[in-house]
T-cell receptor
Framework: DQQVKQNSPSLSVQEGRISILNCDYTNSMFDYFLWYKKYPAEGPTFLISISSIKDKNEDGRFTVFLNKSAKHLSLHIVPSQPGDSAVYFCAARGRGSARQLTFGSGTQLTVLP | DGGITQSPKYLFRKEGQNVTLSCEQNLNHDAMYWYRQDPGQGLRLIYYSQIVNDFQKGDIAEGYSVSREKKESFPLTVTSAQKNPTAFYLC???????????????FGQGTRLTVV
């Protein structure tokens, strides 16, 4: 049973436009959410995060929105650049001592020049 | 330069053989993790360790074993009991809970294991 879901396996966007990647979760005990970016044959790199007590966090071209009532978060990239083309993973961290991350299945973003 | 080093980058194993994947970090992180990635799937947790000499099973621990004798090292052994070992393996580390809110995990570059 997937606790973190990314229902869109792929997304194509024109350069300069906005990219919106979505993520849904089922476990209300998650208290921290993260986005990672991954290139082929490399490890994921941390992009941006948000605590469950907030509804928005912004870092340059990247903004993450959290809607707790809908158990939904999204990553906005604006403007999109060809170098943003990668797989984006949504991850959630549970409360408690373990703090391990639960990942979604990823969305392949392709930014077209 | 602080970071996580996984070795080797590519590994081939014959069926029935055990193989050990190395993971070393010099970030002074207490917590370390092993994930597995398969095509079209997210990262699934194999094992994690919050402190030296302690580790816990993740979601897919069957057929794997780990040790945590040193803070810097968290090797993963893929045993012959693992039915589908061909995958991309990722090691990560993080500052554990209670030390701040920013506890994102930092990943190594991964090891591609292929069973031949």
């Amino acid at each position: 049973d997937q606790q973190v879901k990314q229902n869109s396996p792929s997304l194509s966007v024109q350069e300069g436009r906005i990219s919106i990647l979505n993520c849904d979760y089922t476990n209300s005990m998650f208290d921290y959410f993260l986005w990672y970016k991954k290139y082929p044959a490399e490890g994921p790199t941390f992009l941006i995060s948000i605590s469950s007590i907030k509804d928005k966090n912004e870092d340059g071209r990247f903004t993450v929105f959290l809607n707790k009532s809908a158990k939904h978060l999204s990553l906005h990239i604006v403007p999109s650049q060809p170098g943003d083309s990668a797989v984006y993973f949504c991850a959630a961290r549970g409360r408690g001592s373990a703090r391990q991350l639960t990942f979604g299945s990823g969305t392949q973003l392709t930014v077209l020049p | 330069d602080g970071g996580i080093t996984q070795s080797p980058k590519y590994l081939f194993r014959k069926e029935g053989q055990n193989v050990t994947l190395s993971c070393e970090q010099n970030l002074n992180h207490d917590a370390m993790y092993w994930y597995r990635q398969d095509p079209g799937q997210g990262l699934r947790l194999i094992y994690y360790s919050q402190i030296v000499n302690d580790f816990q099973k993740g979601d897919i621990a069957e057929g794997y074993s780990v040790s945590r004798e040193k803070k810097e090292s968290f090797p993963l052994t893929v045993t012959s009991a693992q039915k589908n070992p061909t995958a991309f393996y990722l090691c990560a580390s993080s500052i554990p809970s209670g030390t701040g809110t920013r506890t994102e995990a930092f990943f190594g570059q991964g090891t591609r294991l292929t069973v031949v």
